[in-house]
């Protein structure tokens, strides 16, 4: 187990808290919550060490292409980057539903 | 196919089965109520510890769904989503018992305890046992068991208790999994390799048909819906945790040395007819029985030499006006897997024989004149064996925690001598129950939710590292000063050990007893003590801090 | 003009090889014992030799006896299988039995074959897509012997393949035609065939196996393995390509990217009300998958390659959609099946191990030479072709007058593999492979040029609308996810190809991802199949749902 | 039935491990090498009776699974394993075997004083930890890429301080771990290169037979039917790599229906895993030979 945290310059407040996924093998659960702060902070707990620059690069991406701003929750058990994608992506289009 | 229930995670089972519009979840994962016992065994925590709890209307009723997620760690119950199984009941009994009709529906998809959080589970557990118990005098409590991980361990025994259960085909509903029987009993008992052998035995199809779950559905969102509806409106109960005539009456035809497969049991099953079974009080023998020292303080305590019973592994006996009952082992016994003491079909059956004979012929007394009982604890486990959950022992352990609670619960004290082990579902229907639990504090005691092999196979571990891990880590460790921490014993006795004899010892232990007797006198009949007193409340060593968070949680949130 | 020239040599040799096994041949049937006398005795060293190693069915039997001949009597044989699918397939390049190989596929022995090509083992003449194996039968590969496998063969000696017809009668006719010699094991020896697939008159020698040919069920996909990413993926390739372009007939490659396509047409598909308008017409083997869809009346006809274990009466009782014959079962053909995924297919979709940064695609890695399966030729856009349908037209380019259509060829896949390794990489293993194994060419199973679609979990990559491979890459990179390859993706140019339509994420395409569940498949396992079809599909024991 | 049975090497052993071993052997192994075998992890910190124990709790398994008709069709071992492995597939006697093992021992024990080892890289591929070797590898700082007991899994083989250099650059170029292993001798690579000639001296006249199935070599990962490719690998492994990866790559070219583990531990659970799948697997570390016989037997009968 790691526990990683990223900031990140984002543009796109949200205004409800929103929660995806399950931590079950190979998945995670993310929760945004709505931030006062002027970046978006993520405290990550995955199970599989040593991928620290591989979330990186997979926030990096999410948050060129959807900059919201947030507090964010991850618990990873050993997702893919693409399915790390899919829950990040997930949440922003159940907060635009909500909208 | 297309609107699958089994499909769906906790969350979205909840959704689906009640009324849209009508949800509300309590304890949700925004409200950052993790298990406080993960991160430190370097395990990733899910932000609801794997339970949901949600109001809402079924069909236009108040409903209270509790749904434990399968895919976060098996299901397991630790010390938070235990407390919030159990404070969701609780609230749910108070609100009935004022007169507010709300329905509790438990989605079962679980191993059991978790393993990480072992004593806490397994302590967890046995206070849902009590509310499930309790409630079904008001509503019937409703149990789904969808698959994939059916229900196992000591929610099995829960499953056991519950008014009325609907599953689907891709569900499984026994005690010991298969791979815990292949490392306790061996490979020839049972290869856990062997799917199809698994299925037969512990699928829902061979299970419905031999009364262990009522009604198996198509995986169906609606079949699901309207198969619960139907049992809240008929009040369906099917009284599983009081067959104990029905299979004593088996027991006796069977012949526990011959292999039994599928279709020998079927039959079997068919042509038992149910004649009641009382157990006697023990006698004193001219032999002495199989040493243990559950068996040991059993004797000094009632004062019987070389107790024998006419089901060897059961003795109970009267005296100081209280009934004591112990388990114990029989070295020749006619079952060969609790031939050391284990709990297994008939001892569980048996004490709910003695137990609930106990409260029919107290039933008219008021509850200070309600004969006390003792439950001597030595069980080193319940029995692992094939015809053990063929049969499905975990009915039989239901029965024993059953009779306990319902003996509480209509005012009877009831306390716990722990002189032995207390190990996993043997504990929960053997103990787990009491009001009090009161331990020697001899380090020779075992106490925990699975064996040291099982637990070290189960989580990949070696044994070492196992014993390594656990050592500092009271919600995992097997001594009984560590459980001390956990806040669960009303009392550690100094100075006594298991196998001690002496006058000395004697009278130290009868005085712990009257003691703990005492402090049950106008003390609330449920299994609160646990986590109110004040190691469980202000312990450092871990206490129940997080239940007690839990609790006033849901408080607040309901 | 000096002495006649003798035009019928290959007739007198065969003639007298035969004329030489006589003793232990009664009509055209040997006795089981006598298989390997009669390999030893019909086989001369260095001949051509065809082994019926097909996608499924193995000739097992005679695979067998071939590795146990004397390797003094034979030796330096030239194989031509299009499957190398069997242990003893390599064993008779160690024992000297046999030296070189011309194959298209040899996945389940992909380790050994490169290894034995990289020892000096095997010599490789090529590895082929299906249909140049086949062709070259008829041109320089011509065999000497081949060796096949039967279902039944009647007193007479006729041939019963049926359902697993797949490429015996292509293998048969090339021998049969130029006297090769023409040896069949068979199942079993009856008086009636249900119908003949192969006439006796083709046939030399039936040796009646020892044990039932083996055949693998290559094309069954538990639904229960398909993933939430899979069928993200499907609902766009719905969405974005066979709505898009209004396909009309297609071959899935196998996996479970399009197992989830299969069983998300009822159900997703039927959401967006294209039921009745696209993919009526399809070549692919009669995968469980598709059930749902042929239920739910999507399907109007399959062609099939070849046959998949369990699902012969479900397509018995299916005959308006399946190729089925008067007896009853199904016949296939993959000769055929190539032939129609080249020239009257609007799209494959298939899916890879590696795709490289101009969008190559191998699934050969290191150490694996695996080759390949129908997926070259159905993966490749014959520019010959003429015949014209919406989909193929919807390719053609606006600015050239004389420019023509495109059969869609679309690749799906995650971009990290199981494995966790990135599939979109700078440089295929390809390459490398190349080298080792001192290949002609590198072992691409679908190139760049005739790639048309890109499909990841991130969107698609819209390739044939790029104008130059620049675009192409960059393409490529916007949907590569944090591979190396993706990591070089620039933002400001991503927009740009969105907005241009070269690349869609799924809300361009009206996807919501929050319906990628699980529930949306038409089926979630095994038993979900065999209730669509009410029973007649019959899984394999190793399929059955454990739940 | 088409087994596949593996032999690890060091690394599992513990004190006791002999205990259930058949007691005429051992006492005819003892006298045959004039040793005792003192089985406790004090005596395991010598090599000679770390793998002469090995080998001896392992050709007693095989003893036992033979006794109980059953017989492998692959086998693989893993450094020291390989001589378990010629033994089981009929290619090497049982003294030979302990003599040559307890040669080796003693030859190891010689080569390498101290500040040699190895070390372990995770989550790089072999290319790119070569290329990092390439960086720090010289004749004073000799290291090696050495082990391939998985795809992502890479041992290296040098000295110690060279081995360090490694790891830090493995790290900085993203490996999910790297680290040293306590292993005091840099094996498997060309600084063994004295002890295989050694060892293969000491071989020279014994006598192998043809393996009796497929014999899966450490030092090419190849799949083998002769004598002189199994000779090569009982002698010289030490110098070469373990291509393990490839061998049980190759071994699943030959559809295996079920794989025997024997003891000491059982080290190979995650790539046996990759290559695999849910094949069906017996560990003797975890049951009596009964009981694996039991379950082998089952699963050829297909009755499951």
Do not use: C
């Amino acid at each position: 187990m790691e526990k990683l945290h990223f900031n990140y310059a984002a543009t796109q407040p949200i205004e409800h808290p929103i929660h995806i996924g399950v931590v079950a093998s190979g998945d995670l659960e993310v929760i945004m919550k709505p931030t006062d702060k002027k970046e978006s902070e993520l405290n990550i707990v995955t199970g599989s060490d040593g991928f620290k620059e591989v979330w990186q690069n997979v926030l990096n991406r999410f948050f060129d292409r959807y900059p919201l701003l947030a507090d964010f929750e991850i618990n990873d058990f050993g997702a893919t980057p693409g399915v790390v994608n899919l829950r990040l992506t997930q949440a922003m289009e159940a907060l635009k539903d909500e909208q | 196919m297309s609107n699958s229930f089994v499909e769906l995670h906790a969350r979205q089972r909840a959704e689906a089965l009640l009324d849209a519009g009508s949800t509300r979840e309590l304890i949700g994962p925004f409200d950052n109520m993790i298990s406080p016992h993960l991160e430190p065994q370097n395990i990733v925590p899910e932000a609801d510890d794997g339970i949901v709890v949600m109001k809402g209307q079924l069909n236009q009723k108040d409903t209270v769904i509790i749904a434990i997620e399968g895919a976060f760690q098996g299901g397991g119950i630790g010390e938070v989503s235990g407390a919030k199984i159990v404070s969701a009941l609780e609230h749910v009994l108070a609100d009935n018992k004022a007169g507010h009709k709300e329905y509790p529906i438990i989605i079962l998809d679980t191993g059991g305890v978790r393993l990480q959080e072992a004593n806490y589970g397994l302590l967890s557990i046995s206070e849902i046992h009590n509310m499930v118990i309790a409630l079904k005098q008001y509503v019937p409590v409703i149990g789904l068991v969808p698959g994939r991980v059916g229900s196992f361990g000591g929610m099995s025994i829960t499953n056991a208790l519950l008014s009325y259960v609907i599953g689907t085909d891709k569900a499984r509903i026994g005690l010991n999994g298969p791979e815990v029987i292949e490392q306790e009993a061996g490979v020839k008992e049972w290869d856990s390799s062997d799917k199809n052998l698994i299925w037969n035995t512990l699928g829902t199809k061979q299970r419905q048909a031999t009364g262990i779950i009522d009604e198996v559905v198509d995986d169906d969102v609606n079949a699901f819906r309207t198969a619960i509806t139907a049992a809240i409106d008929e009040n369906k109960d099917s009284h599983r945790d009081q067959r104990g005539d029905f299979y004593l009456s088996l027991l006796d035809q069977l012949d526990p040395s011959q292999p039994l497969d599928i279709a020998g049991y079927d039959q079997l099953f068919k042509q038992v007819v149910a004649k009641p079974h009382h157990l006697a009080p023990a006698t004193s023998g001219s032999q002495p029985g199989t040493k243990s020292r559950g068996r040991n303080w059993f004797e000094l305590l009632t004062g019987i030499k070389n107790a024998q019973s006419d089901v060897p592994t059961v003795l109970h006996a009267q005296a100081d006006g209280r009934e004591y009952v112990a388990i114990v082992p029989a070295e020749d016994n006619r079952f060969p897997r609790v031939r050391h003491g284990e709990v297994g079909l008939q001892e569980g059956y048996t004490v709910a024989s003695v137990i609930n004979d106990l409260i029919a012929a107290d039933a008219d007394k008021p509850a200070a004149e309600k004969t006390p009982i003792v439950i001597v604890v030595d069980v080193p486990s319940q029995a692992y064996g094939y015809k053990e959950e063929l049969i499905g022992i975990h009915m039989s352990l239901a029965s024993a925690a059953s009779a306990y609670a319902r003996a509480r619960q209509a005012g009877h004290k009831v306390v716990s001598f722990i002189p032995g082990d207390a190990v996993s579902g043997g504990f929960l229907a053997q103990g787990l129950q009491s009001n009090r639990l009161v331990a020697l504090d001899d380090l020779d005691i075992t106490i925990q939710a699975m064996s040291k092999a099982s637990s070290a196979r189960i989580t990949q571990r070696t044994i070492a590292e196992l014993e390594e891990a656990t050592k500092h880590v009271p919600a995992m460790a097997y001594d009984i000063e560590n459980y001390q921490k956990l806040g669960s014993l009303y009392n550690l006795i100094k100075g006594v050990k298991g196998y001690d004899s002496d006058d000395q010892a004697v009278a130290t232990v009868k005085a712990a007893l009257d003691d703990a007797f005492k402090s049950l006198e106008d003390a609330p009949a449920d299994l609160s003590f646990r986590y109110t007193n004040d190691i469980a409340v202000n312990g450092e060593g871990g206490g129940r801090k997080a239940t007690n968070k839990v609790r006033a949680l849901m408080d607040q949130q309901w | 003009m000096s002495e006649e020239r003798d035009w019928a040599t290959h007739r007198e040799a065969k003639a007298n090889k035969l004329s030489a096994m006589s003793s232990m041949i009664d009509g055209k049937f040997a006795k089981t014992s006598d298989a390997k006398a009669i390999l030893e005795g019909l086989i001369a060293p260095g001949d051509k030799v065809v082994l019926e190693g097909d996608n499924q069915k193995q000739a097992t039997f005679l695979s067998k006896t071939l590795a146990s001949v004397d390797p003094a009597k034979v030796h330096d044989l030239h194989m031509i299988m299009s499957s190398i699918s069997r242990p003893e397939h390599l064993d008779i390049f160690e024992d000297g039995i046999a030296s070189k190989m011309d194959f298209s596929f040899a996945g389940p022995q992909s380790t050994r074959v490169s290894q034995m090509i990289a020892d000096g083992t095997l010599k490789v003449g090529d590895i082929h897509t299906y249909l140049e194996l086949y062709a070259r039968l008829y041109i320089d590969l011509i065999p000497n012997v081949v060796l096949v496998a039967a279902d039944k063969v009647d007193r007479d000696g006729n041939l019963y393949t049926g359902y697993n017809t797949e490429e015996t009668p292509v293998i048969v006719e090339s021998a049969a035609f130029h006297d090769g010699i023409v040896i069949v094991q068979a199942n079993e020896v009856v008086d009636k065939l249900p119908r003949v697939d192969i006439p006796a008159d083709w046939v030399d020698v039936i040796i009646p196996a020892d044990e039932p040919y083996q055949l693998e069920p290559l094309f069954t996909r538990d639904p229960q393995n398909i993933t939430e990413l899979q069928i993200l993926m499907a609902m766009m390739a719905i969405r974005g390509i066979y709505e898009k372009h209004n396909v009309q007939s297609v071959n899935h490659g196998v996996g479970f990217n399009t197992a989830a396509i299969e069983l998300l047409l009822p159900t997703y598909g039927e959401q967006l009300g294209l039921k009745g308008k696209i993919v009526p017409n399809w070549e692919v083997n009669p995968t469980p998958t598709l059930i749902p869809a042929i239920e739910s009346g999507w399907v109007q006809s399959i062609h099939s390659f070849g046959g998949e274990v369990g699902m012969e009466k479900y397509i018995a009782a299916r005959p308006d959609v399946f190729f089925v014959g008067k007896d009853g079962t199904m016949r296939s053909n993959r000769a055929f099946g190539q032939m129609a995924g080249q020239y009257a297919l609007d799209m494959f979709v298939g899916s890879t191990l590696q795709i490289d940064q101009y969008g190559n695609s191998s699934t050969v890695t290191n150490g694996r030479l695996s080759g390949f399966g129908g997926a070259p030729n159905m993966g490749s856009n014959p520019t010959g072709r003429r015949h014209s349908t919406p989909a193929w037209q919807s390719l053609r380019p606006d600015n050239d007058p004389l420019g023509k259509g495109q059969k869609l060829v679309v690749q799906m896949v995650e971009t990290f593999g199981s494995n966790k390794r990135p599939v979109f990489v700078d440089s295929l293993d390809a390459v490398e492979v190349r080298k080792e194994a001192k290949l002609q060419n590198v072992p691409i199973m679908i190139y760049s040029e005739d790639t048309t679609h890109i499909v990841t979990e991130e969107g698609i990559a819209y390739l044939y609308k790029t104008s130059s491979m620049a675009e192409r890459q960059a393409a490529i990179e916007a949907i590569a996810g944090v591979t190396p390859v993706g990591l070089r993706s620039d933002p400001a140019v991503v927009k740009d190809l969105r907005a241009r339509g070269i690349v869609a994420f799924p809300e361009d395409l009206g996807v919501n991802r929050n319906q990628a569940t699980r529930s949306l498949l038409a089926a979630q396992n095994m038993e979900d199949l065999v209730k669509w079809s009410k029973g007649l599909y019959n899984p394999p024991a190793k399929f059955r749902s454990w739940s | 039935m088409n087994s596949l049975w593996i032999f690890p090497g060091q690394g599992g052993q513990t004190a006791g491990m002999l205990q259930n071993v058949d007691k005429a052997l051992r006492s005819h192994v003892e006298e045959l090498l004039g040793l005792k075998l003192l089985d406790t992890d004090e005596a395991y910190q010598d090599s000679v009776q770390l793998q002469v124990g090995i080998e001896l709790l392992q050709v007693a398994q095989v003893n036992a699974m033979q006794a109980a008709g059953l017989k492998p069709h692959l086998v693989a071992g893993h450094s020291l394993g390989v001589f378990a492995a010629a033994y089981a597939i009929g290619s090497l006697a049982q003294d030979d075997l302990f003599r040559v093992v307890k040669r080796r021992a003693e030859l190891m024990q010689g080569a390498y004083p101290q500040g040699y080892g190895m070390g372990v890289v995770v989550g790089l591929s072999r290319p790119e930890v070569e290329a990092l070797v390439a960086q720090v590898n010289s004749s004073e700082h000799p290291v090696y890429a050495s082990n391939q007991n998985a795809e992502d899994q890479t041992a290296l083989s040098g000295e110690l301080a060279a081995i360090d250099q490694v790891v830090t650059l493995a790290k900085a170029s993203g490996a999910v771990l790297a680290r040293r292993l306590k292993v005091p001798v840099p094996s498997h690579s060309p600084l063994m290169a004295k002890v295989g000639t050694q060892l293969a001296a000491a071989m020279a006249d014994v006598t192998l037979q043809k393996p009796a199935g497929i014999y899966l070599t450490n030092y090419s990962g190849r799949a083998v039917r002769q004598v002189a490719p199994v000779r090569e690998d009982l002698s010289n492994n030490l110098a070469h790599p373990v291509y393990f990866e490839a061998m049980m790559g190759v071994a699943h070219d030959y559809e295996p229906d079920s794989i025997v583990n024997f003891s000491p531990g059982r080290p190979f659970r995650k790539v046996l895993g990759q290559k695999f799948g849910d094949l069906h697997q017996v560990n003797l570390d975890q049951m009596s030979v009964s009981d694996a016989a039991f379950l082998l037997t089952k699963w050829e009968r297909g009755t499951y």
